[in-house]
């Protein structure tokens, strides 16, 4: 990590949000639990088949094999295939149309980024579109200084396109940004695109492999900060 000096900008970080900031997949099965009134395997087969959905879709958009849609569509797609599916009942897919903007925080997340934002410039990059950002960073008390859309892009991660838009948004001077994700996918492709890694684990996230290496490993925000405030 670069320590910024005097005519530069802090260094800039650039989160991650689904998966790592929020738990989605237990949000999801939570909310599913609570609106459809199914059990927790059922809730579980219902928000993976969604998911699944919305990680097929947003696989083909990146491969060229469809035009992009924001990921607030993908979900709307994801919950007709599941009624039609007799997964979920027409009313309660209506009023799960706004789970992925409910998602909840991981215990750290709220805390331990606050205290990130107060010394490193704080950027969001997520696949989640603008709608569902917004909903998030409200519903969840995440405060950025700017928050990032594969809608800006038009495409999805691990789109090197996606990754250009952190590049390209970190203040001047403020060094090669930082990504961090608990998805070893993610910080593959954020390092192929020029940018530095810092991985942190959660149950919702995908983990390194033998051969992975990443800048920084960190067990929880609050350790990415004391990390980063040693090397600084």
């Known amino acids: 990590m670069e320590p910024a000096t005097e005519g530069t900008a802090r260094p800039t970080l650039v989160f991650d949000v689904l998966g790592t900031l929020v738990d989605q997949t237990g949000s999801m099965e939570r909310r599913v639990t609570a609106v459809a009134g199914i059990d927790s395997g059922a809730a579980a087969e219902v928000a993976g088949r969604w998911l699944g959905h919305v990680a097929e879709q947003e696989c083909a958009i990146v491969e060229g094999r469809r035009a992009f849609v924001p990921s607030h569509e993908l979900d709307g797609e994801a919950l007709s295939v599941l009624v039609r599916e007799d997964l979920l009942p027409p009313d309660a897919a209506a009023r799960l149309a706004d789970a992925s903007e409910r998602l909840e925080p991981w215990p750290d997340s709220v805390t331990g980024l606050d205290l990130l934002a107060a010394d490193f410039t704080a950027l969001g990059l997520s696949n989640a579109s603008r709608r569902v950002l ?31 838009l952190a590049t390209d948004s970190a203040p001047t001077g403020s060094g090669t940004p930082v990504m961090v994700a ?34 920084l490993r960190a067990t929880s925000l609050l350790d990415l900060h004391a990390q980063l405030l040693d090397l600084g």
Not at 139 to 158: C, F, I
Not at 182 to 192: G, I, Q, T, V, Y
Not at 202 to 210: I, Q
């Open 182 to 215: 608990a998805h070893a996918w993610d910080l593959r492709a954020a390092a192929k695109a020029g940018m530095r890694t810092a991985y942190v684990p959660r149950s919702d996230g995908d983990p390194p492999g033998p051969d992975d290496t990443f800048d």
């Open 134 to 164: 917004a909903g998030i960073s409200t519903n969840a008390g995440l405060r950025w200084h700017q928050v990032l859309s594969s809608e800006d892009a038009r495409t999805y991660k691990p789109d090197q396109a996606i990754y250009a």
